[in-house]
């Protein structure tokens, strides 16, 4: 589907080296806004440059179209409903409802810290929130309150002073470090130097709204979030589009700047960087904006792994899901995982395709799940409605196809089952 590239083997280098880990998550990240997946505008360059580098998984699936269950199946390697925080921190009352961890689940900063590894995290917080469990692991976890990062008016890099300092500081060590941002997330304001690149956009017809927690959405923000969620004609998706994007080569040149100074530091040649988002963005391709349905916009999410492990560049085009990273890396470290998990290694699937099944599922909005050839969804919030769509002919999902094939839909309907079901997950 994309780049020209060649599909080269892959040689794998001494597995038992230790090698340092950079994960990088971009919240709202959907991957076909970017170069090295065929998006036509120059949003990436600096990660398509990465992904020309490394090993680009052309099909990679998040196990939830929101923040708080997706970051987590990475971290866990499991199912939300296995790992437990089925849903994003939600205002109850004047407080928040937010679903944590359970203590018998490992994070994938706890297996690395127990074999030595000095662990960071530098996250903008919010569903990402320690609490939840996110924290576990973790030597030291910065969470920036409020969206901060988000609406920057001077348009600087998100490459901030902290994680430079945390970075030189463990040089020496070996060191797992997780990056998350929401730079790319609603309400799509770019930073002032990133505003316009791809024509008028919400941030450039729009004052920015300022920070709106995730306790509170008060009186003042309710024209914007109004004009956020309502207006959907073509002029203002375009708008939406465009800021989204200047948001993208933002995030872009964050990339760039990390990559370089990993570079200068010689810590490149002994650091595994992965790239991946948590879930993709919707405008309005299936009637929504944001991130609360299962569609292909929605869970098809980048993950490009540039590793010293990997001799060539490699488009790896089976499908493989979110769940897998953490094995990969466990792999790539030579560390055992000794403890049941969903996901697989994707090492092996550099030379064949493993026929892995993508389920994905949120607490009130419903599941999905994916085979190489079809989909199938079940809206909770539309009367546990069902969808099916067959992927080789129909990719953007737009032709219902579950009423005329009652056998395929329950057929995808058991796959999801044994995939849920698969391995029997035991606490370690
Ligand atoms: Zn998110």
């Known amino acids: ?29 959907r991957a076909d806004h970017l170069g090295c997946y065929g998006y036509p505008r120059p949003t990436s360059p600096n990660i398509d440059a990465l992904a020309n580098k490394g090993l680009c998984f052309e099909n990679c699936f998040s196990q939830a179209p929101n923040t ?24 109850k009352g004047g407080t928040s409802r937010m679903y944590v961890l359970d203590e018998g689940i490992p994070t994938i900063a706890q297996i690395v810290k127990r074999n030595g590894y000095s662990t960071a995290a530098f996250t903008d917080g919010a ?54 941002t929401y730079a790319v997330h609603t309400p799509w304001f770019a930073p002032q130097n990133f505003r316009g690149l791809y024509g008028e956009g919400v941030d450039t017809v729009m004052v920015p709204p300022p920070p709106i927690t995730i306790y509170s959405k008060p009186k003042w923000a309710e024209p914007y979030l109004h004009f956020l ?55 309005s391709e299936h009637g929504g904006l944001g991130h609360h349905q299962f569609y292909s916009e929605l869970l098809h999410v980048p993950l490009i792994i540039k590793s010293p492990h990997f001799q060539e560049a490699q488009n790896v085009p089976h499908l493989v899901r979110s769940i897998d990273i953490f094995p990969t890396i466990l792999e790539l470290l030579g560390i055992k995982i000794g403890f049941p998990v969903h996901g697989v290694s994707l090492v092996p699937s550099l030379k064949k395709d493993a026929d892995l099944v993508a389920a994905a599922e949120a607490e009130f909005l419903g599941w999905a799940v994916q085979a190489k050839d079809a989909k199938y969804i079940c809206h909770q919030q539309k009367g546990s409605s069902r969808e099916l769509y067959d992927l080789n002919t129909d990719p953007k999902e737009t032709k219902n196809i579950a009423d005329a094939n009652p056998g395929k839909a329950a057929a995808m309907s058991e796959m999801r089952e044994r995939e849920l079901g698969r391995p029997a997950l035991s606490l370690p």
């Open 229 to 283: 969620h309502q207006v959907q004609d073509a002029k203002t998706l375009e708008c939406y589009v465009n800021s989204y994007d200047g948001a993208l080569r933002y995030v872009d040149d964050f990339i760039g700047k990390l990559v370089e100074f990993l570079d200068e530091t010689k810590l490149l040649e002994r650091t595994i960087i992965i790239f991946t988002s948590d879930h993709g963005e919707e405008f």
């Open 1 to 29: 589907m994309l780049l020209g590239r060649g599909f080269y083997i892959s040689i794998l280098d001494g597995m038992s080296k230790k090698y340092n880990v950079i994960l990088i998550g971009i919240d709202a990240l």
């Open 68 to 91: 708080a269950p997706s970051f987590m199946s990475i971290m866990t390697s499991r199912y939300p409903s296995y790992h437990g925080v089925i849903d994003n921190i939600h205002p």
């Open 127 to 180: 569903n990402v929130w320690d609490e939840m469990g996110f924290g576990r692991g973790f030597d030291y976890y910065s969470m920036n309150w409020e969206f901060r990062r988000l609406i920057r008016p001077a348009g600087g890099s998100i490459l901030t002073g902290e994680i430079l300092y945390w970075l030189k500081e463990h040089s020496r060590d070996n060191f797992f470090l997780f990056f998350h």
